[in-house]
């Protein structure tokens, strides 16, 4: 029995503490950050700025203008900058006593790599990796709006779904590749005379870039289309009239049409997925708010009438099986 109590103890002793920690008070910093984050004007603000620095990373790209009105360019990207890094300490005082929280949001530490990386140390000779450190600001933007999320999370989830396609079409190549270069090897040598440059050739065909050439000349034969010009590359000319249209109208069949569905269809799949995943977030956010607020009189008045409205139609359906079963008995007695 002792050791019964003492475990009981000790587990109120941790539910108190547990309530404690959560229930304590953060201080007004805390308090004001917390209502930074949470207003619709620091998101959209967040997000002209973000907009800004890649209107202020393109305007870069003029050099003349660059050099003239350099002062003023460098001015704006270091307010830029610092716009960015008191975004980043708001967010995280706005997590209290505990601002490594911070960090468990993978979104918070894509935007934290993306600051870090506009201070990297980098010499005279590495500034384009600077430039291109300030261009990723522009990949905030993802951050900022909730759809391209969804996106961005979508295309993530359908990476392992995708490498499965990705091999099936690898596959396919191979095996279009190692017979066009048993079958026009000899005959088109500029496309077809090795194993990955017949790969490569049946790439571009699949991208419907001059298909049609590749097939012309394979089944008319290099000496009679296609080789204007390179006459001594087509040293063994030689008709495939079945062969070829067999080849490419296949492949262009099957890796346009077939697979590039397969990877809509994937990527559709990931989308549905990661929108409910989006909602069942939203909802608990929902939840977790409206347990943490105290319930108003009008909603406490609102939720007694509708369990009063469920019991009076509960009563109503119980006198209305009583007198069906009073009826029923008395039509059974007469």
Not at 19 to 31: A, L, V, Y
Not at 146 to 168: D, E, F, N, R, T
């Amino acid at each position: 029995m002792l050791k019964l109590f003492r475990r009981k103890s000790v587990k109120i002793g941790s539910r108190r503490s547990v309530k404690s920690e959560t229930n304590e008070p953060m201080g007004p910093i805390h308090d004001f950050s917390k209502k930074i984050t949470d207003a619709s004007w620091f998101q959209n603000g967040i997000t002209s700025v973000i907009i800004f620095a890649g209107i202020l990373v393109g305007v870069e790209t003029y050099q003349e203008f660059a050099a003239r009105h350099g002062h003023i360019i460098h001015f704006l990207d270091q307010l830029v900058i610092w716009i960015f890094v008191a975004e980043v300490v708001i967010k995280m005082a706005a997590q209290g006593k505990r601002p490594w929280r911070y960090f468990l949001d993978p979104w918070n530490v894509f935007d934290f790599l993306i600051v870090a990386a506009c201070f990297l140390p980098v010499d005279a000779q590495y500034v384009m990796v600077l430039r291109l450190a300030r261009l990723l600001r522009v990949l905030k933007l993802v951050r900022a709006l909730p759809k391209l999320q969804v996106l961005v999370g979508a295309l993530l989830k359908s990476i392992p779904s995708m490498a499965y396609v990705s091999l099936l079409l690898l596959m396919l190549f191979y095996v279009y590749a190692v017979a066009a270069t048993f079958m026009f090897s000899q005959n088109d040598p500029v496309h077809f005379a090795t194993l990955p440059l017949s790969m490569l050739s049946l790439f571009r065909a699949v991208t419907l870039e001059d298909w049609t050439d590749m097939m012309y000349i394979n089944r008319d034969g290099c000496d009679e289309y296609g080789y204007r010009g390179i006459e001594h590359l087509c040293t063994a000319p030689e008709a495939s009239p079945i062969g070829s249209p067999i080849i490419f109208v296949t492949i262009v069949l099957l890796g346009t049409m077939v697979i590039l569905n397969l990877f809509i269809g994937v990527i559709m799949n990931g989308m549905d997925a990661a929108r409910e995943e989006n909602e069942l977030l939203e909802r608990e956010r929902k939840l977790e708010t409206a347990k943490g607020a105290a319930p108003s009189v009008s909603d406490q008045l609102k939720s007694l009438a509708r369990e009063l409205d469920r019991v009076h139609n509960r009563l109503m359906n119980i006198q209305m099986s009583a007198k069906r079963s009073e009826a029923d008995t008395t039509q059974e007695e007469t």
